[in-house]
């Protein structure tokens, strides 16, 4: 079966160092990859997506993801965190066909130290 | 500017009534989706539907229902028979093809007294 998985809960980085949020998936073929990020009480918000070719995708934000098929990832990254960073996010995956829904990670929680 | 809307942005609901959450979008979206949020659970697919009058199952159906009689909207009702519908509940829309991206609303949340 299909599924996603965020190892870390909950993460805490100092504002201004780097950011990396893992993101594992499992599926028979490549599948469509999503990030999205959600603040408190509201809606999620489309980070950035892979589909095919650069396996390194910029996103919205300052953040990007490299897909990496060897390890079945698709790991979030930027380089120097804001204070409105601070979020929850949430990874994605969509099968390569038409009719199907995506299936969501868990979520990580990034909290901001000053 | 297109997007999804969700009404209301707070709902109260005491045991043993129905309640229905309004979603709206005008993005020409074909599909659209209704997730529950619990803390800690991610997001978990109750319905969803690809094109008007027509729509599927998602993993938590039990307790809900929808219709889809217009393209533009997706109305959910939470039904007595939700056991536990305390939750942030979300709906999202998207084109019907392989990039499937999904736009979503910002949100109700239900809470039961």
């Known amino acids: 079966?299909?599924?996603?998985?965020?190892?870390?809960?909950?993460?805490?980085?100092?504002?201004?160092?780097?950011?990396?949020?893992?993101?594992?998936?499992?599926?028979?073929?490549?599948?469509?990859?999503f990030w999205y990020v959600q603040s408190p009480g509201q809606g999620l918000q489309l980070l950035l997506k892979y589909f095919?070719?650069?396996?390194?995708?910029?996103?919205?934000?300052?953040?990007?993801?490299?897909f990496k098929r060897s390890q079945s990832?698709?790991?979030?990254?930027?380089?120097?965190?804001?204070?409105?960073?601070?979020?929850?996010?949430?990874?994605?995956?969509?099968?390569?066909?038409?009719?199907?829904?995506?299936?969501?990670?868990?979520?990580?929680?990034?909290?901001?130290?000053? | 500017d297109g997007g999804i809307t969700q009404s209301p942005k707070y709902l109260f609901r005491k045991e043993g009534q129905n309640v229905t959450l309004s979603c709206?979008?005008?993005?020409?979206?074909?599909?659209?989706?209704?997730?529950r949020q619990d803390p800690g659970q991610g997001l978990r697919l109750i319905y969803y539907s690809q094109i008007v009058n027509d729509f599927q199952k998602g993993d938590i159906a039990e307790g809900y229902s929808v219709s889809r009689?217009?393209?533009?909207?997706?109305p959910l009702t939470v039904?007595?028979?939700?056991?536990?519908?305390?939750?942030?509940?979300?709906?999202?829309?998207s084109t019907w093809d392989r990039r499937n991206e999904q736009f979503f609303g910002p949100g109700t949340r239900l809470t039961v007294l």
Request: glycine share 8%; charged share 15%; proline share 4%.
């Open chain 2, 24 to 35: 709206e979008q005008n993005l020409n979206h074909d599909a659209m989706y209704w997730y």
């Open chain 2, 79 to 93: 039904t007595s028979a939700q056991k536990n519908p305390t939750a942030f509940y979300l709906c999202a829309s």
């Open chain 1, 52 to 66: 095919s070719g650069d396996t390194l995708v910029q996103g919205i934000k300052g953040f990007e993801a490299e």
């Open chain 1, 1 to 33: 079966a299909q599924s996603v998985t965020q190892p870390d809960i909950h993460i805490t980085v100092s504002e201004g160092a780097s950011l990396e949020l893992r993101c594992n998936y499992s599926y028979g073929a490549t599948p469509y990859l």
């Open chain 1, 73 to 114: 990832s698709f790991n979030l990254r930027k380089p120097s965190v804001h204070w409105s960073d601070a979020a929850e996010y949430f990874c994605a995956v969509g099968a390569p066909q038409a009719g199907t829904a995506l299936i969501f990670g868990k979520g990580t929680t990034l909290s901001v130290s000053s």
């Open chain 2, 69 to 74: 009689e217009k393209k533009e909207s997706f």
